[in-house]
């Protein structure tokens, strides 16, 4: 169908038309619903559906917050829902829709505006994306993926990416008059920075009305060289632009032809088009020419600042240049790091999202029950499935096939382990885990019925949807005050990323803040309706006096709860750039355009790592008698900064920010950091074996003092969230010294900036950050384990595999943690390993459930276990012994293993054999081998080790890749401790074992060589025996249907390699499976 046909049927608002008979999908099966708000009806009718989502029209546009009470209860009975809301002037589309490309992370009805009679190409493409083609059927998840995708960032950030790196690296090579390379190279990033900003601005015609602005002015000074007069594009052109024009309120250009020049553009202010140090400590000049490049590539591309769909392949918005940015950014951290792959990953939309949600709302929710006496939980009681996740209610409302059900009774149920229906199962899920998951959400819902999720820490730990919560408990504040309460505990929420990189984090706060202060501000709107509450009159009045509500919630948020900090100053510019975007695109006519907020005091650069944390460790640090004066006078100007911040701040928001009071803001910050770096320099060069001097030391390490550079927060005893993805880098490559930590034996600085992330939380904060597995369970990592158990109450940690997926496309296995309260960790709660294939990932957060380690756990560490029941066995099991037990330093009789693995464990009492090229016997590589005393503790040991049940033991304890001597070791299971039957069905199950594997015996293709191997999951029937009699031995059959599921959950094998051989393509003697171990 034509695009022109579709929006004729929009435009005439013949919505069922539209999608029976041209989008392709079926009748309605539901009646007219009627639904009452504040004494009013709403009547919402169906117009078409398709695989269980509904399509809802009411011919009424009314408020934001009366749409969402219509849709808290057209939920109830259409979880999966469109909503249009239709009048004769314009229409009100509710799309649910998520951040990622794929549809990955939880959807939220997403506004989708359109007026009658314009063609609105964004909802046209959308339309687009759900038609569905003839003899095609689709089923609810791929309509639903459909829907929430917002457009494919990768294609076009891959050929934008390249050509960017190349054409930044060659402004930096011929930018003049910065002799350091590494000022040079953050120039060119900051020049690059402000020249892609201009080409947004100049697309919306705020540039002089010109959409080809700077391409044309190069032309045009082009055109005026001769008659003895040249212009440099740089100098005479850029830098008073710059800096007079969308950074000086006056535009005091220096002479008549370079105002004409410039032309008509707004005052943007932000800082960034203001001078800049390197700019006011050097004298710098850029050859024309490099220019002519840049515009080139620019010119390729299309540029837009909203983040509608797009079919082009040629389009950027500021989506798409976040992930250039990121990936720059992360290039650059990796290159800092002598090229280490290791750094900080980019972490998409769910991920951020997630741990931001988790960290965030909670402490919004605490903190307005604290101050309103509301009650958020008994919505969560009355109407428990508003606040479920639809995936892990997926297929909850039918029964499981009567062949599936009808093996419940049974120990082994062979068809469970089969891959399940899609009307009942998620992608990748067998009937072992939808039998689960729908547990878990019976048990969730009848939790909720029986008002158990009565608290913020309750709610985190049952994984409900806490920003709905949030948006309707503000929709029901029964009082203007209780409104205004929510506005201010929302304004004094101050949350930072301390490794922010390009700002991934902080745009994920930004999107959670901005749905809570719009709900906020439709709650006192309609009490100061009917009620005079003159506080709540004047906070509407200022929101009035800007161009949008949009832009004054995100220039409110971004300057009232966001900050940053980076060592990378180029990380620093791109995240302020990318906000300043943000607000830009809420902007659609020059004549609203206001002064950008300045956040250079919120977003900073410097080493999070070295620094003074407050003014108690300055005091403490500072040994000198005759420098506790200064330390002293530092705690004053402290204060002064915070004063002059918090003015300058208010300035900002109503737009009178004096530029005076801003050069006296900065004038007084070096100051203060001038002072502080020579009392911190001289209490910790008594720690260095090596001092520097004082310059070399500022000019290598960056410090960074937190009271210092953010009084106003520490003030009031820290932030109250911290987020982030520290990076992830060994000490010995770094080019500076980092001392002071309780962690510092830890090789990694990832470990560092965890323990910096928990001082500069408050005590009634919250944090979540996602760290390295191996923060779980090394033994070179517990000082940061013990550090958190003692520093938060609770704690909540969630574990990712990154095969058959990964949560980054660096693949690398991943934790999560979420801390809260004060005090010894009297909670620790645990997810399993989660293995998923792609095709899952939409549901994966949304479906992660925690396991509470029972108080004084025998278990390791920060064991990971699929649920409580499987903590109590493991706990059982540990208090019998553990393998080693059994164990000798060498002998002749060993079970051997591989020490890397993924789905299945390689254990043997026969080495696989090896080949190289010429089919010579060569050692057997990446062995491992555990020695025990004689012929019988072998073959016991053997059919131990390939149980199921030491599996998961190295799932819930190792790192799912190395398989360690340690851990096998420590299997739960000592050979002599259960009897002598026991220990016999052992043996002869090791015997039976061992003559099955020649049957099994593979050889995998690796640098030339035939490396043999063993396909174990071919003998599962072998390692569930193992299971039962471990089991019986402890009298805890009844969970060997656990072990199933646990079992189920991690084994994702995506199939046999290409490079896998069960006949070796040549011939070879005689020498059976393998040979003995030693």
């Known amino acids: 169908m034509s695009a022109s046909e579709r929006m004729k049927l929009v435009n005439a608002g013949d919505f069922q038309s539209l999608f029976l008979e041209e989008l ?16 009013q009806t709403y009547t919402l009718d169906q117009v078409a559906g398709y695989s269980g989502l509904r399509v809802w029209l009411c011919r009424e546009v009314p408020d934001a ?32 829709q998520a951040a990622d490309a794929d549809g990955v992370g939880q959807p939220r009805l997403a506004l989708h505006r359109h007026f009658i009679g314009t063609s609105n190409e964004a909802l046209n493409q959308r339309l687009g994306t759900i038609e569905i083609p003839l003899n095609e059927h689709w089923t609810l998840i791929d309509v639903l993926r459909r829907m929430r995708a917002a457009f494919d960032a990768d294609l076009v950030t891959r050929r934008f990416y390249d050509q960017f790196v190349r054409r930044q690296r060659a402004l930096t090579s011929v930018i003049e008059g910065i002799a350091d390379d590494g000022e040079r190279e953050w120039y060119s990033a900051l020049l690059m920075n402000r020249l892609m900003f201009i080409y947004f601005m100049q697309k919306k015609s705020f540039m002089d009305d010109d959409t080809d602005y700077l391409r044309n002015r190069l032309n045009r000074l082009s055109d005026m060289v001769g008659g003895g007069q040249f212009y440099g594009f740089y100098r005479d052109f850029l830098l008073p632009m710059f800096h007079k024009g969308l950074g000086g309120r006056n535009h005091d250009y220096p002479t008549d032809v370079i105002r004409e020049l410039v032309g008509d553009v707004p005052y943007i202010n932000g800082g960034i088009f203001t001078e800049h140090e390197l700019e006011r400590d050097n004298t710098i000049d850029v050859p024309d020419e490099i220019f002519t490049s840049i515009f080139d590539l620019f010119d390729k591309f299309q540029w837009h600042l909203d983040d509608r769909p797009t079919a082009a392949q040629n389009e950027i918005n500021p989506d798409v240049l976040g992930y250039i940015f990121e990936q720059f950014v992360n290039e650059k951290e990796s290159q800092d790091n002598r090229g280490s792959d290791k750094g900080a990953y980019y972490t998409k939309e769910d991920v951020t999202h997630f741990m931001a949600s988790n960290a965030m709302v909670p402490v919004f929710l605490e903190r307005l029950i604290e101050r309103t006496g509301i009650n958020p939980w008994r919505y969560v009681r009355e109407t428990p499935e508003a606040y479920i996740w639809t995936s892990l209610a997926w297929g909850t409302d039918r029964p499981l096939p009567p062949e599936i059900e009808a093996q419940r009774t049974e120990q082994h149920r062979p068809l469970w382990g089969v891959l399940a229906d899609s009307t009942l199962g998620l992608p990748g899920e067998t009937w072992w885990e939808v039998d ?47 409104a205004l309460a929510a506005w201010q505990i929302l304004t004094q929420l101050r949350v930072i990323d301390p490794t922010c990189g390009s700002g991934a984090f902080l745009f994920a706060g930004l999107r959670i803040l901005q749905p809570l202060y719009e709900a906020t501000l439709d709650a006192l709107d309609r009490h100061t309706r009917s009620t005079e509450f003159p506080e709540g009159a004047a906070l509407l009045a200022k929101v009035d006096d800007h161009a949008n509500r949009e832009y ?9 709860n966001l900050y940053g900090v980076d060592i990378m100053r180029e990380a620093v510019e791109i995240a302020r750039l990318r906000l300043f975007l943000k607000l830009v695109a809420t902007i659609d006519d020059r004549g609203d355009l206001e002064p950008l907020p300045d956040l250079d005091f919120n977003i900073k650069a410097g080493n999070t790592l070295v620094g003074a944390l407050n003014e108690d460790s300055l005091d403490k640090d500072v040994t000198d008698w005759f420098l506790k004066p200064r330390v002293a006078e530092v705690k004053k100007s402290a204060a002064r900064i915070a004063q002059a911040y918090s003015v300058f701040r208010e300035g900002q928001e109503t737009g009178d920010a004096d530029p005076v009071h801003r050069s006296a803001l900065i004038k007084l910050l070096d100051e203060v950091r001038t002072h502080v770096n020579e009392l911190y320099h001289s209490a910790i060069q008594f720690t260095q074996s090596e001092p520097l001097p004082l310059g070399a030391w500022v000019d290598t390490h960056h410090p960074f003092h937190w009271f210092v550079e953010f009084p106003e927060v520490f003030h009031q005893g820290g932030f109250d969230v911290v987020i982030g993805n520290p990076p992830y880098v060994n000490r010995r490559e770094l080019s500076y010294r980092i001392t002071g930590f309780e962690t510092d034996d830890i090789d990694d600085i990832y470990a560092s900036c965890c323990e910096r992330s928990a001082q500069i939380t408050r005590p009634d904060g919250r944090l979540s950050l996602i760290v390295p597995i191996r923060s779980q369970f090394s033994d070179r990592d517990e000082s940061l384990r013990r550090f958190y158990e003692r520093r938060f109450g609770s704690l909540w ?26 005090g010894s960790a009297a909670e620790l709660r645990t997810t399993l390993t989660h293995s998923w294939i792609e095709a899952f990932r939409p549901h994966l957060l949304a479906t992660l459930r925690y396991s509470l380690r029972p108080p004084g756990a025998r278990t390791p560490n920060w064991m990971r276990a699929s649920s409580d029941e499987m903590f109590e066995l493991i706990d059982t099991l540990i208090a019998k012994g553990a393998l ?37 016997l060569t050692v057997p590589l990446n062995e491992g081998k555990l020695f025990v005393q004689n012929r019988a503790d072998q073959l016991a040991a053997s059919a131990v080790a390939a149980s199921r049940l030491a599996f998961l033991w190295w799932t819930f304890t190792g790192d799912c890749f190395n398989v360690t001597k340690s851990t096998m070791s420590q299997i739960p299971f000592p050979l002599h401790s259960f009897g002598q039957d026991t220990f016999d069905a052992l043996v002869e199950l090791g015997e039976r074992i061992e003559a099955s594997l020649p049957e099994v015996r593979s050889w995998d293709l690796n640098s030339g060589k035939y490396v043999g191997g063993y396909a174990i999951p071919e003998l599962d029937y072998l390692a569930r025996e193992a299971d039962e009699i471990m089991l019986n031995a402890i009298g805890r ?19 046999v390699s290409g490079t896998t051989f069960r006949q070796l393509p040549f011939e070879i003697e005689a020498r059976g499976a393998g040979r003995p171990g030693p």
Do not use: C
């Open 24 to 39: 392709g999908w079926d009748r309605p099966d539901q009646p007219p619903l009627k639904i009452n708000i504040d004494e």
């Open 65 to 96: 917050r009366t749409q969402r009470l219509i849709d808290q209860q057209v939920r109830k009975i259409s979880d999966a829902r469109l909503l249009i809301f239709a009048d004769d002037d314009h229409q009100e589309w509710r799309w649910l």
């Open 436 to 482: 689960r998951r729908r547990q878990e959400h019976a048990q969730v819902l009848a939790a909720a019925r029986r008002g158990e999720i009565d608290s913020v820490n309750r709610a985190v730990t049952e994984n409900i949807d806490l920003e709905q919560l949030a948006i309707d408990t503000i929709d029901q504040l029964n009082a203007p005050e209780q």
């Open 552 to 560: 004054f919630i995100l220039k409110h948020a971004t300057l009232s």
């Open 797 to 822: 940690v969630s574990t990712f595999q990154e095969r058959p997926a990964a949560l980054f496309q660096v693949k690398v296995r991943s934790t999560i943690i979420t801390a809260a309260g004060e």
């Open 884 to 920: 080693s037990s059994s164990l000798v330093r060498v002998s002749d009789f060993s079970v051997g293993f591989k020490k890397t693995a993924t789905y299945f464990l390689s254990t043997y009492t026969q080495s696989p054999i090896t080949y190289d090229k010429r089919t010579h």
């Open 1037 to 1055: 059959i009844d969970l060997l249907p656990e072990i199933q599921y646990a079992h189920a959950r991690m084994y994702k094998s995506t199939g």
